[in-house]
Structure formats: structure tokens, C-alpha cells
């Protein structure tokens, strides 16, 4: 391998080693030499590829982000043209994705607040890009009234980011349909007419 390729392949491990240390026991609990071992490379390479654990936190939240918006985008393109249609996909697509992972699940709903400002501009980051995505999807059926679509969905993801949240750490967390069957309600809700 080119050097090229040995740091891509070292970040790549550092990538791997931190989605489930990162996840459990917490970004908190991983020290440099944890993720270090687990992938399987020295210190020194860790500070080739990273400049810190925060770095590292930072590019695997930003990976998780634009992957799930990369499927949720995808969802509402191929949505049915109804205000109910799109939000029952985009809702489905994103719950769907965030789900199947517990590791990418608690990444991008627990760790991101857990570790303080580390993430600060990541999450924002990432919360006006699904924020816009709400936003695109219904300007085709605008709500009654002088109500501020931007602040509306920013409530309707906040309560999605909840709801998730006690599926992580329910003792007896909700099923999946649920999860998405409420989150549909809440958007629907919030989006549609009064």
C-alpha cells in the first residue's frame, strides 16, 4: 500500500473502533489508547489520521449525518406527492436508518449530547439540514396562518431526537412501529392544516 492508502486505512479502523466505543461505553469513557488498540495501531498513527478523539467523535457524527440524510433524501424523493406521503417516508426512511445501528443510533442522539461543545457546530450543522429537508418537502402545502415552517420543524425533529432517545434507554423501550407511527403523527400535526 501506498502511504496514501495506509493513512486511509488507518482512519478507516480509527472510524470503526470509535462508532462502537464511541457508542458504549461513551465517548466520555474511550481514551486514545482504547480506540488505539482496538484498531489495531499506534498512538503516534492516531495523530496522522486525527488530532484528537473530539476529531474523531466530529467526522463519525458528520458521516452518520450525511448518510442518513443522504436515505432520507432518497425517501421523499420517491414519496407519493401528498403532504401525508412525504412525511410517512421521510419519517419511516429516517427512524428506519437510525435504528438498525443501536451504535449509529446513540452516535447521533446520545453521544452528540453527552460530549459537551465538541459537537456544538456538528449538531447545528445538522439539524439545519434536516430542518430543510422538512422544509422542501412541504412548501408544495403551506400551513394555514402566519406560522414559521423553519421553527415548526425544528419542534418536529426535536420531538423525533426524543423519541429515539427513550428508545435507547427505555428499560422497556417502544417497538419501531410505534416510534414511527407518533413521529408521523407529531410532523403530520405540525405540517399540515389546523
Not at 402566519?146 to 429515539?164: K, P
Amino acid at each position: 500500500m501506498s502511504a496514501e492508502q495506509r493513512l486511509a486505512d488507518r482512519r478507516e479502523r480509527l472510524m470503526t473502533a470509535a462508532y462502537t466505543l464511541y457508542a458504549k461505553p461513551g465517548f466520555a469513557a474511550t481514551t486514545i489508547e482504547r480506540l488505539c488498540s482496538e484498531a489495531r495501531i499506534s498512538n503516534r498513527a492516531f495523530y496522522e489520521c486525527f488530532g484528537g478523539r473530539e476529531e474523531l467523535l466530529q467526522a463519525l457524527h458528520e458521516r452518520c449525518i450525511e448518510e442518513s440524510l443522504s436515505v432520507v433524501a432518497k425517501a421523499l424523493e420517491e414519496a407519493p406527492g401528498t403532504l401525508a406521503g412525504r412525511v410517512e417516508a421521510g419519517i419511516r426512511a429516517y427512524i428506519g436508518f437510525a435504528t438498525a445501528d443501536w451504535r449509529r443510533a446513540r452516535i447521533m442522539h446520545l453521544e452528540v449530547r453527552r460530549s459537551g461543545d465538541v459537537l456544538t457546530h456538528s449538531r447545528q450543522r445538522a439539524i439545519k439540514s434536516f430542518a430543510q429537508l422538512v422544509e422542501n418537502a412541504s412548501t408544495d402545502f403551506p400551513p394555514a396562518g402566519t406560522v414559521n415552517l423553519r421553527l415548526v420543524a425544528l419542534g418536529a425533529i426535536g420531538a423525533l431526537q426524543e423519541l429515539l432517545i427513550e428508545w435507547l434507554l427505555a428499560d422497556d423501550p417502544p417497538e419501531i412501529e410505534d416510534l414511527v407511527g407518533v413521529a408521523v403523527h407529531i410532523f403530520g400535526r405540525s405540517l399540515g392544516p389546523p
